[in-house]
């Protein structure tokens, strides 16, 4: 079986991303590199509200 190779796939740069860190034990904070920041329960909620 051949390998096939994708010549067109997208790199996305790692800044692009959020950075999320739990600050106590119900409470994670996304921020991204502008400076603006979220909260929630979980990192997936955090992110949520940071795209909001």
């Given amino acids: 079986m ?3 190779c994708f010549p ?3 790199v996305r ?3 692009e991303f959020p950075v999320v860190r739990q600050v ?3 409470e994670w904070v ?3 590199e502008e400076g603006r920041f979220a ?3 979980t990192p997936a909620s ?3 509200r940071l795209k909001r």
């Fill in 2 to 4: 051949p390998f096939e």
């Fill in 8 to 10: 067109e796939y997208a």
């Fill in 39 to 41: 909260s929630g329960p």
């Fill in 46 to 48: 955090a992110i949520a």
């Fill in 30 to 32: 996304a921020r991204t």
């Fill in 13 to 15: 740069n790692p800044s």
């Fill in 24 to 26: 106590s034990r119900h």
